[in-house]
């Protein structure tokens, strides 16, 4: 996957240039609550679940709602 010129990848830290928004209410983009010690973050078109402090990429989502 790509957000600009960069791949997103499961497993891998999102680079420190490209962090995204915090969604602070998942269920308004239709995206279920993260579990703890993770968050929703915004790039462009795409929904990412990173774990807090190391960024790393568990799920994408394409265009949520």
Avoid: C, D
């Amino acid at each position: 996957m790509r957000y600009g010129r960069e791949r997103i990848r499961l497993g891998a830290p999102l680079a420190e240039n490209r962090q995204g928004v915090v969604v602070s209410e998942p269920g308004r983009h239709g995206l279920r609550k993260a579990p703890r010690g993770q968050e929703w973050r915004k790039l462009g078109q795409r929904y990412v679940r990173v774990t807090s402090g190391s960024n790393v990429v568990n799920e994408i989502v394409i265009n949520g709602l």
